[in-house]
């Protein structure tokens, strides 16, 4: 938090929270795996990484 607008940093841990947690569910309860669930993590992750570089 050094660097980064707190609120960004809240973004960006939730956002890996979010993405984490996902991405276990489906690895290890076999959560299933659809179109529309691979594009909201993408989302997640590009809007994750565009506050990053915006904030800096």
Known sequence: MKH???????VV????GSFGITVLGVM???????????LCMTLI???VAGLKLIDG
């Not at 980064?4 to 809240?10: F, N």
């Not at 841990?13 to 890996?16: A, D, K, P, S, V």
């Not at 290890?28 to 691979?38: E, G, I, K, Q, Y």
């Open 45 to 47: 992750v590009l809007s």
């Open 13 to 16: 841990w939730t956002g890996i």
């Open 28 to 38: 290890l309860f076999n959560d299933p795996v659809s179109a529309p669930r691979v």
């Open 4 to 10: 980064l607008p707190a609120g960004t940093a809240y």
